[in-house]
């Protein structure tokens, strides 16, 4: 590269002297050419768009273009004396206005004044205003009489980078046209030109590096070559190129974004670690994370995604690469941990804290399965054809069988509990339970009779077994009940006697009693029990549904709660 004193800035020395060597801004050119070609070149432009796009450099280029001692064709032919001078900024007919500094009404009285005389020597006097929006209200007001009945050796080329600030009176008159931010790729092609210019020898990951630093600025992106430049020597090495213009060595986001999605916690805070190092802000590092995850999600996301990724072609390969084993969910779920722990540094004094705890849960979270699989899951469910959770959680994994691989799964949740024996509370409160004289006795001999006589039998059903001895059974029902009533019926009470006789072989006194919550705890009937038995299915159901990971996931997904669970 050239050195010392002489050194000319990038963007200055390789500022685009014609259309054809402008970057990025193809529409802009052709719709000048076609106007030019067909002679309908309008009186007055409105260039707008980000900084360093190209704003001012098209302006010189068109200015050039019009006053070309060549003809008005539509390529300047940057050898005639008009060409050399409006190049070298020295044209007595080209005026280039700091719209900033030159922003009152002072400033263009005297330009319209200037503008009466016809051109000293050129075709048309060319008025470019940058940053026109600077402009005081009186200024555009006398700007405005001038654009209303402009002489015919007059152009108007404005830029600025806040066109809304115009007023709609300038607005119409001016034919606009709207400068796109430089895609990366096209500034990496421009700067790999420049640096087979300035014989540099430089990688095409640093050249993007630079290019991104720019921001869509072809300026920018310049100004950072400069730095770059101005640094090392015919060499550029990648580490150089990341520290110098404070970018996050790519490697580094490729690194922890593995670690991440490996669920490599130990690589997750040794990559946090490096960042820290190398004197990276946590944040900015965080947000290039962010950046890096999208790019990932877009890639899983969409047929195309050059078409929405400003992105070099060595740069998508990559990242095609880094985003081939994950589903585009697992991406998103992660990515939205990023942007959380993004606006929670920005209030924090423990950034890199708040970053190794997103990350570590990012790491953590279990992979989730396909919506459609999940729905089929919960389907099958509800079907009860699963009944415990053989779901593949490592879908992302191959899964070895017989291995450790079930400490990865969800904490295990309580096997299913169906019709359960009766509870021990209902033998207790029997005052004796002598010989056979147990719960599961009753529950027999109640099925014996439902079988045998099946009205009785629903009576006995809401009987508490009070006493079942040999030759005594005492059975307790509500007092005030249906079924109070019906057992201490003469005919029920020697029909349960016979039954009684029937089951067990041996006579038994048959006694009915009322029984109420004063009267204490008395075992319950088997209605009873069936009902507390069927709650107590729900409430374990309700515990291995809350439990259940696809449940969940299919909760979160979906924003719910569960408000109802029923039995199939
Ligand atoms: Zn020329």
Redesign the pocket.
Known sequence: MSNGTSYEVLARKYRPQSFSELTGQEHVSRTLQNAIDSGRVAHAFLFTGARGVGKTSTARILA?TLN???GVTHE?????P??IEITKGTSTDVFEIDGASNNGVEDVRDLRDSIKYLPSHSRYKIIIIDEVHMLSTNAFNALLKTLEEPPEHVKFIFATTEPHKLPITILSRCQRFDFKRVPVAKIITRLREIAGKENVIISDSSLALIARKGDGSMRDSLTAFDQVLAFCDSSVSDEDVATLIGAVDPRLLADISAAVFGGDTQAVLAGIKRVDMVGYNMRQFCQDLIEHFRNLLVIRSVKNPEEILDLADAELEELRHQAAAFTAQDIQRRLTLLIKADSEMAFASFQRLILEMALLKAALLVPVLPISELLEKIKLLEAGAVHTPALPWNAGRPAVPGTGDRDQREPQRPAPQPARTPQPAAAASTSKPVQHGTHSDWERFVAFVVEKRPAIGSVLEHGSPLKLEPGLMEIGFPAGSYYLTSAQDADSISEIRALAHEFSGTEAAVKIRSITPETGSSPASLAEKKKSDRLQRIESLKQEVAAHPVINEALRLFGGTITDIRET
Request: aromatic residues 0%; glycine residues 0%; contains cysteine.
């Open positions: 050039k070309c001692e060549q300047p032919c940057n050898v005639c008009q060409c």
